[in-house]
Structure formats: C-alpha cells, structure tokens
C-alpha cells in the first residue's frame, strides 16, 4: 500500500470506529441525568408495542394514578419523590430481559413492575431475581409465576390461571349446569385452563362431553363447532384466546350456537369486548375487575369511585381490570417501599407479604406470604352487546362473585411446586 | 493471496482493544454490558449466516431454528441434567448441526428462493415443537434456567464475566471463520457462490460441500443461540421464529455478508439501534422496516463491504465472497440450468 | 360419519383460499422471482380499507370492489419505486424489503386502527346459515366458496384465453425474447404484480368477514399459502390450485381425527412431496432450481 492510501484507509476505520462509538453515546442524550438520590424511579417493562398493546396502556395508566396519588401525599420514605422509566419488550421475553437489566443498571430503577404476557413475566422474574430487585407482576397469568417459579422477590396482581377457571367453573355450574364441552388451544395456557375446569369438574361433579384440542391460530372452528351441536352440552367452554377467540365465536354465531347453547369462559378483557363485532359480544366470562357495580366496588368506597371518575375524566373511557392492575401494582409497591423504608428487595418482600388492605374494590386482601399471589375475588359477568342506554361502554353484567380462598389452590399445595428462596 | 494489509490489522486490533475495554467503557456510554454481550453473539450468529449467505451463496431464511435449537439444547440440559457452562453450550451447539442433519437433506434439493422459503418452512415446524411440547419446553410460556458455574473452576460468570467468556467464544469463531474461508474448503464454497454449475462441471459433489457449510454454519448459530439462553436465563418459542431468523439476516446484510466483520457491525448497529429506537420511540417497528428497506435498496453490500468499497483497489480486485450480487438476473440462471 | 361431508365442504373452502393466495404470490414470484412476504399486509390492507369504507357509509358490496382495488394502486407503487430496482438482483433482496415492508405495514395498522382488531361482519344478507341437507352450513362461508371459484375461473380465462395472459405466460418462459419482440416488459411486471396484489386483496376482505381483522391476521394465511407454492410447485398455477386443496383438505380432515397434527400436517404433506418429486406436484424442473 502506497502511503497517500494509508491516510484513506486509517480515515475511513477510525471514522467508522468513531461514529460507531458516537451512535453507541446517542443514549446519553436521551436519557435524563437527574440524579438518582433526589426521586425513586419505577422500572416499568411492558408491552407497548404488538398484541396487547392496549393491555399494557391501560396497565400504565393504573399505575400512574397510583404514583400521582403517592406523589401528591408527599412520596415514599419521608418525602422522596417518584418516577417511572418506561421501556417496551414488544412480547418477546429476551427483549425484557434486557429492558430490564436496563432499567436496574443504567437507570438505576429501585423496583420493576411489568407484563401481560406470561412469558415475559417469567423471563423478569427470573432477571430480576438474579439482580436482587422486586419485581411485581402485574398482569401475567401463569400459575408458573406464583408456582413452580415462584422467587422472593416477585409478586403477582392480576389473578392466576388457576384462580380463573375455578372461578368462572363454579359459578357457570352453579348457573347452566354441568355436562360441559370444551374448546381448548393447544398449547401450555390452554393446557393450564382445560386441567384447572378438570380439576372444577371433579369437585362440583359435572362431566366433560367432549373436549376438543384446537391448533395454535385456528382460523376455522367449524369442524368442533358441528360437534358441540350434535353433543348438546349445558355449557360450550371456549378457552381459545385473542384472534382464535374472536374468529370462534364469529363462527359461533354463523353456525347459530348462540342462543342455543350457552357459552362462557376463563376470562375476557373489557378492551377485547369492545373491539368484537357485535354478532361475537356473547356469553359469560371471567371478569377480574369492573367499573361498576356494589358487587365489585362494594357501596361506599370512595377510594374505587375516586379511582373511576379521575381516570374516566382524563382518558374519556372507563378503567378495565388492567388499569386495575396496574393500579393496585403500584399502590402496594410503593407502600412496600415506603413500609420497609427501604428499596431493598428482601425488605419490601417482608413488608409486602401477607400484608392486609383494603384498595379499589369491595373487600379486603393481602398478597399470600406462601406465594405472593394476590388473594382477591374473582366475577362472572355476562355481556351485553351494546352495553346500556347510559353507557355503551357498560358491556358486562355482573352476575356472581367467587371468593379468593375457594378459587386457589391451598398454601399446602403451593407449597409442593413453590420452593421459595430467601437471600 | 491477497492480504489485509497492514492496516486492516491495526484496525482489528483497535477493535479488540475496544471490545476488551467494554466493561468499562459501556457504562461511560449508558449502554448496559449485557446489551454488549448480546451485540457479540448476534454477530456470533450473523456469522452463521454470512458462512452461508455471503460465501456459499444459498439463503439461509430459516436459520433461527438452529439458534433456538441451542438455546432449548442448552437449557434443557442445564434444567434436566444440571451441567456446567461449557457442556452446556457444547449440547446447544450440537443440537443445532442435529437440526441441519434432520432438514439439511430436503433443503438440499433446491436451490436459491426455493431454499429459502423451504428453510422458513422448516423452521416453523421447529417453532411449533417448542410451542406445542409444553411439558417438555415450557410451551408458550418458556423456559427458565439458572446460568450453571464452570467447569473445573466451580465459579458463577457475572456481568463483566459473562461478557469476556463470550468474548473469548467470538473471538474463536471469528479466527476460525477467517481460517476457513481462506482454506481450499473455503474457497470451493465461493466458486460455488459464483457458478454453481461450472464447479459441478469441474467434479465437484456441490451438494456435499453445502451440506457441509450448512452444518457448520448450523453449529456456529446452535452456539450462539446457546449463548444466548445463557444470557437471559430463559428459553422460548419466538427464538426459532422466521422474524428471529429474519432480524440475524439483516444483521448480516447491514454490515455487509462476505465480509470477515460485516457480521459484528451489523449486529452493533441492529442491536444497540434496536434499543435505542424501542427505548425512544413507541411506533419503532417502522424505522426498523424502513432501515431493512433502506438497506436493501441502497447498501446492498453492506456499511462495511460499502466502506471497503471505497478504498482504493479494492473494486477491481477478484475479493473472493466479497460480492453478494452472485446471481445474474434471473433469466441468465434458468438458461444456464436448463 | 355424519362429521365427514361438512368437513371436506370446509376443508375445500380453507383450500381455495389457500389456493388464492398462494396463485397470488405465485404470480408474482414465477414472473420477476420477488418473494413477497408483504402479501399478507395487503390482504389485511384491503380489509381494513373495506372496514373504513363502510364505517364511512358505503355498503358492503361497494367496499368489496372498491378496498381491493386501492389496495392495487398502493401495491403498484411499492412496485415501481421499491422492488423494481430489485428485479435484476438476487430473490435474496425482495425478500428482505417485502419483510421489511410488513414489518412497517403492520405497526402503521396498529397506529392507525388500534392493536386489538376492528369489528368486521359480513352484510345482513350473508349471515345466518342455511339448511344444506346434510348440515347447515352458514350463508357467508357458501359466498366465499362461490367467489373464491369465480376468482379462480376468471385467473384461468385471463391467463389461457386473452393477449395479455398469453404475454405473461411467455414472458416467465423467455423474459428476453419477449422484450426483443417488442412487449413492454417494465408494464407487463407491474400489470403482473398489480393482479397478484389484487387476488391478494379480495380474499383480504373475503376472510375480514369470517377471520378476525386486526394487524397480524394477514400473516396467518401467508405461511399455509407458501407451503401451498412449494407443494403445487413453483411455476405453476394448477398446482397452486391443487396444492392449495389439497392442503386445505389435509388440515380439515385431521382437525376432525388427530386435532393434534392438525398443524403439522401441512409440513408433513410438504416433506413427503419434496421426497417425491422435489420440483412440487406441477412445478417445472430449472425455475429458480
């Protein structure tokens, strides 16, 4: 190489260097330099962007009506103020993860709390574990999380796998009767459902007639819709989920099911309800939160009408279960902190557990020690179309209510799958 | 045979030193180390790709099978048969050649789209194994595990050495990538790039040696993938999805396929971008289409095959594997294999 | 038994939709070698097209022709602005811009129609299910098996039996001979990839009225519809067909029997060809090898 080429050459990879190392700084500028001593930062870790992107804004929202509350009585731990840094893992349980060692590491948040997907919330379980820092589930159904994976540092809001079918199997029982047929994906949630409605069968003696495995994104349930017409069970169970759920009972109703046969299931978000056509708003659910109703919020609890009016006045439509969620999240979070005067994870976790309230619904709770699962009960609500001449957002009449004791399973069962590990 | 020169050296080991210094030098940056970690096993696995991509000529659209084929292996083992570290990479790395011996022999049969997309078939079937499996995989839902100690030393690799083990495995691949497209073998893989029907002429079994590529090539992204697991403590379906395998593709492609470190800058830039742009905007997914877009159309070759582009001659230079425009346009290929 | 006869019934109408969009793709991929893995994007595209357009007050009929056709004109353009730089590179290139392109398609319906899917119904008149003799089988499900073989009789009569079918015929067997013979190769592609997008388009509305329509719900039908391209064969439009049927068939039937393989029946199907007859049942030896 002749030595004018070598001025070239030496340019160009430095230059490279040099704006990979600038693109690398670009961080910098985003992030804020406030120190970390003047506020306590939340690591939140959802899923903004895919599938439950409405989840996890609702979620959001939740908690950032608990934080403002908090901030307005003077913070945690004396007068400290707190924030939140938001970070999107996009449904993919590797992207969480790193989110959240983002969180902890480089803005250096004191607690995490997160997920819709149940994935994602085991994968942060497990991060957040490995780190030492609190994490609370907020919205990730796995009966793992509380279960068989279940870690020191991680709590669970929303209801389990397990809370939801006996729940839902109980009062349905009680409601249409007991020779049930069930549609079920085929794959570990739907597996999680179909042996928790077993399990329900088994206690209240009602028997499955038919139990049909559908494949992960069936389009065409036709062929197990014909046969739960010539079975003519007391109860159509559809445990399918999201799109699979949508197309199920579109079909459903093309196959004239509805009205003949009555269908239910685990659970459905409202935010789901209000995006179904009106031919697929059918049915009986699980409902782990509502905006209305004694049965839920229970007569005089200013904290729940607060909690409704403020949040429907600044987002113009009614909180749903995950804005619940996210709520009580934070609430209990920042308690914990506030409690154990203390962001250590071991701390707050003794603080936390067992720990007896009363928050935005009717009753009082406490997140178990054995496995830090919230103890709250659960509603079956049946759905109205359009919802009420008042309030087209009112789809769900709620018809029952199960208490938190009889839809989990006992300490002494937990206790076989969850092994939890002090530090 | 042609050489680097004297200054592609000092530029890798200016590299090197940099890589060396990250543990210090990503906090100074606000980038997480592990973030940096993921950076080197992307591009372990980019490398993967490029082996096919970039100097056989084949497209390997469904190469995410083998990398969650190591991640799986890699957590199954730790969560069943509790090994170490390395045994632990040493059974993800085999599960992914079992991958390619399993599917290499159909996709063997075909060639250029038909490769790809019978590639992306498989790997959904793969996909769905994971998913379906639940006792055996976790199903939808994952797979946690610990990150078990080494071997021999009894220790548990943290954060800073976590990241130089995974240095030390790239920087072996890396070496070992160089010595093999430099070897003969090496070089009937180009000329397969190049003509494939001409070096059928010349006698060679040109399915043997891609058989062979994509069983090395299946073995560097089984690593990779196993790293990975070890990263995140955690082992799920999406990771043997056709978007993973499409996200690798574009690693490879951005920094420029039949380069020696086009991989390592396309991982840089796919993944400290991918966190920057998730982190800042909440619609980020168009900016990441719009950058394969942006991509595809303008740097064809690359940042780093563009860039050595531009240093003086270079162009005229017969760079074996350099240029990934391999096919002629269609119609030439049909003629010639008529 | 009495499952049986609506299952094939069903079977064969998943399988022309199958067949659809695979003859869609195929289209496109025979003439210019563009794989277009955006083609489930423009299904999903004109579905919502068709859900804007009767949210603004036409009717369903009207969105049916209309949504399909806009989708047309946003796919030309992507045509001559992005993938025609394309055609003389390596299927390598179409296939990671039309990824890229997806990727983009898919965040902007989530921005633009929410991520949870709108609600989609087919009109009045196609609801409800009639009495078949042997089942009742819902109305619309019938309209889209009608349609879907209508599209399917109308792609033969243009290909077999008009000018320009016959110039698309001989330009995916002789590009150069065509174009030394005078034909506008550059207009052909793009009438070419016009018509796959619009084959594309119309079964997006058609399955908006029986699938869920939300951001993801094109991407469900474009995998079974590659596999369909790989089993009927590559250059060729009847294997489409049958490939698609075949499919179509083999998913339906083990749904009813083994609902566990349901999923993978199609790559069963898929290995056992290829084992057999690499090229796919009609596929012609030496396109794209």
Redesign the interface.
């Known amino acids: 190489m002749t030595d004018f080429k070598v001025d070239r050459k030496t340019f160009l990879t430095t230059a490279a260097i040099a704006s990979a190392g600038a693109a690398a700084g670009f961080p910098t500028i985003l992030r804020s330099t406030a120190s970390a001593k003047d506020v306590i930062k939340i690591g939140l870790d959802y899923e903004y962007?895919?599938?439950?992107?409405?989840y996890a804004q609702s979620e959001t929202r939740g908690a950032m009506m608990a934080m403002d509350a908090w901030n307005a009585r003077g913070g945690v731990m004396g007068g400290t103020r707190v924030t939140t840094v938001s970070e999107d893992n996009d449904n993919n349980p590797g992207i969480a993860v790193e989110k959240a060692r983002k969180l902890v590491n480089v803005d250096k948040c004191a607690a995490l709390m997160g997920s819709i997907n149940s994935s994602v919330s085991l994968a942060v379980s497990g991060a957040a574990n490995a780190m030492n820092i609190l994490y609370i589930d907020s919205g990730g159904h796995a009966d793992a999380v509380t279960g068989a994976d279940c870690k020191y540092s991680t709590f669970r809001t929303c209801h389990s796998t397990w809370m939801e079918t006996h729940a839902t199997g109980f009062s349905l029982g009680k409601k249409f009767g007991k020779k049930w047929y069930l549609i079920t994906p085929?794959y570990a949630f739907g597996h999680a459902l179909d042996a928790g409605y077993r399990d329900v069968a088994k206690k209240i003696g009602a028997t499955i007639v038919g139990d049909?495995?559908?494949?992960?994104?069936t389009?065409?349930f036709?062929?197990?819709l014909?046969?739960v017409l010539?079975a003519k069970p007391d109860l159509l169970l559809v445990l399918v989920q999201g799109?699979d759920f949508?197309?199920c009972l579109?079909?459903a109703?093309?196959?004239?099911l509805v009205g003949k046969i009555p269908i239910g299931g685990p659970q459905v978000e409202l935010?789901?309800v209000?995006?179904?056509?009106?031919?697929?708003r059918v049915g009986f659910w699980g409902v782990e939160w509502y905006y209305k109703g004694a049965n839920v919020l229970g007569t005089n609890n200013k904290l729940a009408t607060n909690f409704v009016n403020e949040y429907r006045k600044k987002y113009h439509t009614p909180p749903t279960a995950r804005s619940a969620f996210g709520y009580i999240t934070m609430d209990r979070l920042l308690w914990g902190i506030n409690q154990a005067k203390s962001t250590n994870a071991a701390k707050i976790a003794h603080a936390l557990a067992g720990a007896k309230f009363q928050t935005i619904f009717e009753g009082t709770t406490y997140y178990r020690a054995a496995d830090h699962q919230l103890m709250w009960p659960m509603w079956l609500g049946g759905i109205r179309a359009k919802g009420t001449p008042q309030d087209k957002y009112d789809v769900f009449d709620i018809v029952d209510r199960q208490e938190p004791d009889s839809i989990e399973q006992s300490i002494a069962e937990k206790a076989k799958v969850c092994k939890m590990v002090w530090p | 045979m042609k050489s680097i020169g004297i200054w592609g050296w000092v530029a890798t080991a200016i590299l090197f030193v940099l890589l060396l210094l990250a543990p210090q030098l990503a906090p100074r940056l606000h980038l997480a180390l592990t973030i940096c970690t993921d950076v080197l096993l992307f591009a372990i696995a980019a490398m993967a790709v490029n082996l096919l991509?970039g100097y056989t000529g084949v497209?390997p659209?469904g190469n995410a099978a083998f990398f969650g084929l190591g991640a799986y292996g890699a957590g199954l083992s730790i969560q069943n048969f509790h090994v170490g570290f390395i045994t632990s990479l040493a059974i993800g790395t085999l599960a992914g050649v079992v991958g390619a011996l399993l599917i290499g022999p159909?996709l063997l049969?075909?060639?250029?789209?038909?490769?790809?997309?019978?590639m992306?078939?498989?790997g959904?079937?793969f996909y769905?194994i994971a998913y379906?499996f639940t006792n055996v995989t976790g199903g939808e839902d994952g797979m946690n595990f610990t990150r078990p100690a080494l071997e021999g030393f009894g220790i548990h690799l943290q954060d800073a050495g976590f990241y130089y083990a995974i240095l030390l495995i790239f920087t072996l691949v890396v070496a070992g990538f160089w010595l093999l497209v430099r070897s003969p073998f090496g070089r009937t893989l180009v000329a397969i790039k190049q003509n494939e029907v001409r070096a059928r002429y010349l006698g060679l079994n040109t399915d043997r040696f891609i058989f062979v590529a994509l069983l090395i090539s299946a073995a560097i992204e089984g690593l990779a993938g196993a790293c990975y697991g070890l990263s995140i403590m955690f082992a799920y379906p999406l990771l043997l999805d056709w978007h993973q395998s499409?996200d690798i593709?574009?690693m490879t492609?951005l920094g420029g396929a039949g380069t020696i470190f086009g991989p390592l800058v396309g991982a840089i830039i796919y993944v400290i971008g991918e966190d920057i742009l998730s982190t800042a905007l909440p619609?980020w997914?168009?900016p990441?289409?719009?950058?394969?877009?942006a991509?595809?159309?303008g740097f064809?070759k690359g940042l780093l095959g563009t860039a050595l582009d531009l240093l003086p001659g270079r162009k005229n230079r017969i760079e074996p594997g350099h240029d990934?425009?391999?096919?002629a346009?269609?119609?030439a290929?049909?003629e010639t294999?008529? | 038994m009495?499952?049986i006869a609506?299952?094939i019934f069903?079977g064969l109408i998943?399988g022309a939709f199958y067949a659809v969009v695979a003859i869609g793709l195929s289209l496109i991929?025979n003439l210019?070698?563009t794989?277009n893995m955006a083609h489930g994007s423009f299904m999903t595209l004109a579905g919502y097209l068709a859900f804007a357009l009767i949210g603004a007050g036409t009717n369903y009929w009207y969105a049916l022709a209309i949504a399909p056709l806009i989708a047309v004109v946003i796919g030309i353009l992507m045509e001559r602005t992005?993938i025609r730089?394309?055609?003389?590179?390596?299927?390598?290139?179409s296939?990671?811009?039309t990824?890229?392109?997806?990727?983009?398609?898919?965040?902007?319906f989530?921005?633009i129609w929410?991520?949870?899917?709108?609600?989609?119904?087919p009109p009045k008149v196609l609801?409800?299910?009639i009495s078949l003799g042997f089942?009742?089988f819902?109305v619309?499900?019938l309209f889209i098996a009608g349609a879907l073989v209508v599209i399917i009789i109308a792609l033969v009569i243009f290909l077999q039996h008009t000018r320009y079918g016959l110039r698309l015929r001989a330009a995916v067997q002789?590009?150069?001979m065509i174009s030394a013979l005078g034909t506008n190769t550059q207009l052909l592609y793009m009438i070419n990839f016009g018509l796959g997008i619009l084959i594309a388009g119309i079964a997006g509305v058609l399955a908006a009225g029986?699938?869920?329509l939300?951001?993801?719900?094109g991407n469900?039908?474009l995998?079974p519809a590659?596999?369909t391209?790989?089993v009927g064969g590559?250059g060729s439009l009847y294997g489409a067909i049958v490939g698609g049927l075949l499919i179509g068939l083999a998913i339906?039937l083990t749904?009813?029997y083994l609902?566990?393989a349901?999923?993978?029946s199609m790559?069963v199907i898929?290995?056992v060809v290829?084992?057999v007859r690499?090229r796919g049942l009609f596929g012609e030896e030496?396109?794209?090898?």
């Open positions: 962007t895919g599938v439950y992107a409405a085929d049909d495995l559908t494949p992960l994104g389009t065409d036709s062929p197990y014909t046969k010539g799109d949508v197309n579109k079909q109703h093309e196959f004239g935010e789901a209000w995006a179904l056509p009106e031919a697929a | 991509l497209l659209f159909f049969r075909r060639r250029g789209i038909y490769f790809a997309l019978l992306i078939a498989f959904q079937v769905f379906r499409g593709v574009l492609i619609w997914q168009i990441l289409g719009a950058l394969f877009v991509c595809v159309l064809p990934l425009d391999f096919a346009p269609i119609i290929d049909r294999t008529r | 009495a499952h609506p299952e069903n998943l991929m210019t070698g794989i992005m730089p394309l055609y003389r590179r390596d299927p390598v290139y296939l990671l811009l990824f890229g392109i997806s990727l983009i398609a898919e965040e902007a989530r921005l929410g991520p949870n899917g709108v609600p989609f119904s609801s409800g299910s089942t009742t819902p619309y499900r002789d590009r150069e029986m699938l869920s939300n951001p993801q719900s469900s039908l995998m590659f596999v391209v790989i590559m339906s749904t009813l609902p566990a349901s999923e993978i790559y898929m290995a290829l084992l690499p030496g396109i794209f090898g």
